[in-house]
């Protein structure tokens, strides 16, 4: 997975056998890329199928 260095990733999860798994990785990389501790980023459900990952201040 790659993106641009950013604050928030938003992101459309279909198989819903992978969301759990996919949503822990993004937290993981973007805790990472904004050097944030993992309980700095929220996860929203921003419409069907579609997560928006988000380091909150």
Do not use: Q, Y
Not at 27 to 44: E, F, M, Q, W
């Amino acid at each position: 997975m790659t993106f641009e260095t950013t604050d928030s990733v938003t992101l459309k999860i279909w198989d819903r056998s992978a969301i759990d798994h996919t949503l822990e990785g993004i937290v993981n990389d973007l805790s990472a890329r904004t050097n944030a501790p993992k309980g700095h980023i929220a996860v929203h459900c921003s419409g069907p199928n579609t997560f928006t990952v988000s380091v909150r201040s």
